[in-house]
């Protein structure tokens, strides 16, 4: 299976005003579960391009500024 990699970064606020911010900015708001606590991160919108409109299945690996990556399975996306 093949592997993507996003870069993104975490986010401080939560909620419906700073989302609909990064919208604007061209970035995606994320959710990463598993682990003790979700985690919310920010990356770029061209950055899922390869990862949604494919008919095949991908990996991806979630690469943050604090050198911490992450594998995960693309499960759930709104439009």
Partial sequence: MESITIKGSKRESVGKVSTKALRNAGKVPCVLYGGEKPLH???????????????????????????????????????
Avoid: C, G, M, W
């Fill in 41 to 79: 991160f920010s990356a770029n919108e061209l950055a899922f391009k390869n990862l949604v409109y494919t008919p095949t299945a991908h990996t991806s690996v979630l690469e943050f500024e604090d050198v911490k990556t992450f594998e995960a399975f693309f499960q759930d996306i709104q439009f």
